[in-house]
């Protein structure tokens, strides 16, 4: 049964850093991509950021460039994101996904439908 389980949400003033995990289990670590998406109260479900272990791909999107960085520790089956210099708008339920064994490459905007497996989401709460 393919699982993930994201982590390291919590409370941060602007300007603050966060590093989410998403440990993956189920599944072989060697074919998968992991999605980072959020989602904030009465707003629409946003890709943030991708990777991809079929060609090393990574992705973010235009409004975390620069602040977030995605990466893996394969070794763990664990997906982290740091986000650094956090804003107010970044305040959102957090959530990993996957795509297993369908040699995908993160190369554009995340639509979630491509996605097969869902976490629970992270709260993430940013003051001002």
């Known amino acids: 049964e393919v699982q993930l389980v994201e982590s390291g949400g919590g409370l941060v003033q602007a300007g603050g850093s966060l590093r989410l995990s998403c440990a993956a289990s189920?599944?072989?670590?060697?074919?998968?991509?992991i999605g980072w998406f959020r989602q904030a109260p009465g707003k629409d479900r946003e890709g943030v950021s991708c990777?991809?272990?079929?060609?090393?791909?990574?992705y973010h999107a235009d409004s975390v460039k620069g602040r977030f960085t995605i990466s893996s520790d394969n070794a763990k089956n664990t997906v982290y994101l740091q986000m650094n210099s956090l804003k107010p708008e970044d305040t959102a339920v957090y959530y990993c996904?996957?795509?297993?064994?369908?040699?995908?490459?993160?190369?554009?905007?995340?639509?979630?439908?491509?996605?097969?497996?869902w976490g629970q989401g992270t709260q993430v709460a940013v003051s001002s």
């Open positions: 990777i991809s272990s079929y060609d090393g791909s990574t």
């Open positions: 189920g599944f072989t670590f060697d074919d998968y991509a």
């Open positions: 996904a996957t795509i297993i064994h369908q040699q995908y490459a993160c190369s554009g905007h995340l639509y979630a439908r491509r996605f097969d497996y």
